[in-house]
């Protein structure tokens, strides 16, 4: 071997990969966070429920404490359940 | 002796009586039981059976003490006129004195009699009864009336013109006046003659002797001002007039009664300050801009009293500063541009500083004249090129918390970082440091080169204390950022790999960035295929990535990213830390010697300004060999088999890490992006809340709003047609200049 790779710093960016450009109860885009937040990114996480359906954690948690009898998701109404 | 009321013959008690008042008044030895039997024969009288004889006893001592006064005066007139100042006061003297006796021994009419009838206060102020001149009066009160009327009326014109005499020989002889308690004394009787009066017990000292000394003074100081304004420099003329000033305080302390000192104060200034401000402040430039200290305190003393009167004064010590400031600035040149930028600022600000603190006592005015000379300075941009303070103050502190910074303490540092804060503050475009400031920390972090976290961290709290938790909230993400990266590479090689009996072919660590918060330019994004040397541990680190965080995709930065790399083709072995971009170019070279550079950018898929720039640095030091000068498509490269170097251990990324040209370029349009939105959303903030608004309220309450910079009014307008086309408002229909926002 006439070179030899002996240590690597790499550099990588990360961006949230949502089924959607924006959260469906804010309307404000994945990019950047709900409007109760300041900064988006790991102060302002998003969610996803087994329904697939992806929103800012703020959001549905404001949504889901809201709901009285049973706690549903905002677009599809199905039963509300965190993705594991 | 019986205290009961009796008959009384007046004139034989009044007889005894008058002998003992002439003794007390002319202070000679009166024997205790004597004054004990008149004290009683006041008491007898006042209390007389059948009716009182006080009022009687009151006109008798009253005409007694006339007559005493107008005795007193016509001996004083038979002796010599020079004197009559220390004669007059030699007669008061006594006066004064006796007849504070004379009250003591009338005390019972004074106390049961006289003060009964007398009006209260709470009359005099509030009741309108008028003053009755033939009220009674105390007989202390009444024995200095009536020397008044008779002494000091007559005299008054004498006497007065004596002590002005007198003050002026005293100025005249620089304070040494033999009978300065004589004057004191005289002065003092026109004030004390009065001290009964509940309200203007200084009238008579006003009018007699305030008045024509104030006008006399007043003469003097103008002939003397003129005098020496003719034939001194301004540095004597001020000297002797703050010396006139000082001889004139203490003047008024050894003579005058206190409330005159302002008055005379006052009068001093304007004969001597005001009526010559003009050529003052015409002198003042070029004493500032040789910086005469004295004189320039001396002005300051002399101006100081009268605030408006320092403000052209203080322009003038404004504009010293900027010129200077500027003139050291244009001086500026070679490639250490930012030190010596930071350095010229900072030694301005020490120096006037400091002189403020020596010559104008810190006076605040002038604080804040500096203030603004600062301003002027920091934000001077030659040509038009506003951003460049901002860059250099970010440099200057890139240069600071770098790697390799010429061996400076921590404190050193830190001192130095404190004095980029002050100059911070005077900044004008701060979002535009903020820029530069974040763009060299990101380097710095990513690329490993902060010379300590600890100073890093200290900085930015500084920030954050002069200018807002908004302003530095991104910069305290990078760094949290730094700290999760770290936490993910331990977990990531010291758990996951282990957990999943993964070894990995290379040394690893990662700097996992949250996309938003770093000012990471789009433009250097490149198409790359990675050699598969990388590949396995990407890969790796990917899944345990993907364990960690849900939702989450990574985008690989490989023009930031570096390693290092092992040459053993060589006699000695190096180890080299470079740009990836770099070990992907080097691995080519594992099965053959040779390769075009088509070769290498088609391989690897590279952008050739890419290609260009990190091979061009190979080359440079000359671990690879080109046939060519400048590097073309069909350049045939070469490993340098001889390569020698002889350090094992050496970084050769450093120029590739620099800020170029282009970057600052795009620092700058970034900012104005920035610039524009906030403006925008500023805008319509307001507007909702307002609904209706005049332009220029608008204006102003934008420029209010705005703290890290200072909007040109063009770009407001340009921000107001901007929103107006896209129907966030529109212009009110009835008005000209009023806007309304559409909901």
């Known amino acids: ?84 | 002796m019986s205290l009961k009321p009796k008959e009384m013959n007046f004139s034989d008690t009044w007889g005894d009586l008058q002998k003992t008042v002439h003794g007390v008044i002319t202070l000679s030895n009166i024997p205790r039981y004597v004054w004990q039997d008149r004290f009683a024969d006041v008491y007898q009288l006042c209390v007389a059976y059948p009716e009182s004889l006080a009022d009687k006893l009151y006109i008798e001592t009253k005409n007694f003490l006339d007559n005493h006064v107008k005795g007193l005066l016509e001996h004083l007139s038979t002796l010599s006129h020079d004197n009559i100042i220390y004669n007059y006061y030699e007669c008061w003297r006594r006066y004064n004195k006796g007849i504070i006796y004379l009250h003591e021994l009338y005390s019972y009419l004074n106390n049961q009699h006289i003060r009964k009838n007398k009006l209260s206060e709470a009359e005099l102020i509030y009741g309108n009864h008028p003053i009755d001149d033939l009220e009674q009066m105390e007989i202390g009160e009444l024995g200095l009336e009536i020397w008044k009327k008779n002494m000091i009326e007559p005299l008054q014109g004498s006497l007065v013109s004596a002590i002005l005499e007198c003050i002026n020989q005293d100025r005249n002889n620089n304070g040494h006046l033999i009978n300065a308690e004589v004057v004191r004394g005289v002065i003092e009787s026109f004030v004390a003659v009065n001290k009964f009066k509940k309200r203007n017990n200084i009238e008579l000292y006003r009018t007699l002797l305030e008045k024509p000394l104030v006008a006399a003074s007043g003469e003097y100081f103008r002939s003397q001002a003129d005098i020496w304004f003719q034939n001194c420099t301004i540095t004597q003329y001020m000297e002797r007039v703050i010396k006139l000033f000082e001889e004139e305080s203490v003047r008024c302390q050894r003579f005058l009664h206190s409330s005159s000192h302002a008055i005379m104060k006052q009068c001093c200034e304007k004969y001597m300050v005001e009526d010559y401000l003009c050529a003052l402040y015409n002198e003042a430039k070029s004493i500032i801009s040789q910086e005469r200290q004295q004189d320039m305190a001396n002005m300051y003393i002399l101006l100081r009293s009268v605030s408006k009167n320092l403000i052209p004064y203080m322009t003038e010590f404004k504009d010293h500063i900027i010129e200077e400031g500027l003139q050291r600035l244009n001086e500026i040149k070679g490639d250490n541009m930012c030190m010596s930028f930071v350095e010229i600022i900072m030694s301005i600000y020490r120096k006037y500083k400091e002189m403020i603190e020596k010559i104008f006592q810190s006076d605040k005015n002038f604080t804040s004249a500096l203030d603004k000379a600062c301003i002027s300075i920091v934000n001077y941009s030659p040509d038009n090129k506003s951003y460049k303070s901002s860059e250099l103050l970010a440099k200057y502190c890139d240069q600071l918390l770098k790697k390799s910074s010429k061996g400076l303490s921590e404190m050193e540092v830190d001192e130095k970082l404190t004095d980029a804060i002050i100059i911070f503050k005077y900044l004008d475009d701060k979002d535009m440091f903020q820029k530069f400031y974040s763009r060299m920390l990101a380097k710095r972090l990513i690329h490993q080169n902060s010379q300590s976290m600890d100073a890093e961290e200290s900085m930015i709290d500084k920030l954050k204390t002069a200018c807002g938790y908004e302003f530095t909230n991104k910069l305290h993400r990078m760094f949290t950022d730094m700290k999760i990266s770290e936490d993910l590479t331990e977990k990531f090689n010291s758990q996951y790999l282990p957990d999943k009996r993964v070894v990995l072919s290379l040394n690893f660590h990662v700097h996992i960035l949250q996309a938003g918060s770093w000012p990471l330019g789009q433009t250097n994004i490149t198409s790359f295929t990675i050699p598969q040397e990388f590949t396995q541990s990407m890969q790796a680190f990917e899944k345990f990535y993907n364990c960690q965080y849900n939702g989450r995709r990574l985008t690989w930065m490989y023009h930031l990213s570096q390693g290092e790399l092992k040459l053993c083709y060589l006699n000695k072995v190096h180890l080299i830390t470079m740009q990836t971009f770099q070990m992907a170019i080097l691995l080519l070279f594992e099965n053959t010697l040779t390769m075009t550079c088509s070769e290498i950018v088609n391989t690897l898929q590279l952008n050739w300004d890419q290609f260009l720039k990190n091979c061009v640095t190979l080359v440079e030091c000359k671990i690879l060999l080109a046939n060519t000068k400048e590097l073309e498509n069909d350049t045939v490269l070469s490993l340098n088999e001889k390569y020698y170097n002889k350090r094992t251990r050496l970084r050769i990324t450093a120029s590739l890490q620099k800020e170029t040209p282009m970057e600052t370029t795009q620092t700058i349009t970034s900012v104005e992006e920035d610039r524009k939105l906030f403006i925008q959303a500023t805008i319509v903030r307001i507007m909702k809340s307002r609904k209706l608004l005049k332009h220029n309220a608008l204006i102003q309450e934008i420029l209010s709003q705005c703290i890290t910079f200072n909007p040109s009014i063009s770009m407001i307008k340009k921000c107001i047609e901007t929103l107006i086309e896209k129907q966030y408002m529109e212009r009110a229909r009835n008005s000209r200049d009023e806007y309304s926002y559409i909901a």
């Open chain 1, 1 to 84: 071997m006439k070179v030899k790779i002996k240590s690597w710093v790499g550099v990588a960016t990360w961006r949230w990969v949502a089924n959607d450009d924006t959260c469906g109860i804010c309307r404000l885009a994945f990019e950047n966070c709900c409007p109760d937040c300041k900064l988006p990114g790991d102060d302002c996480p998003l969610v996803w429920g087994q329904c697939s359906h992806c929103y800012h954690m703020h959001c549905i948690m404001k949504w889901l404490n809201s709901q009285q009898v049973r706690q549903l998701c905002p677009m599809c109404r199905q039963e509300w359940k965190f993705k594991e």
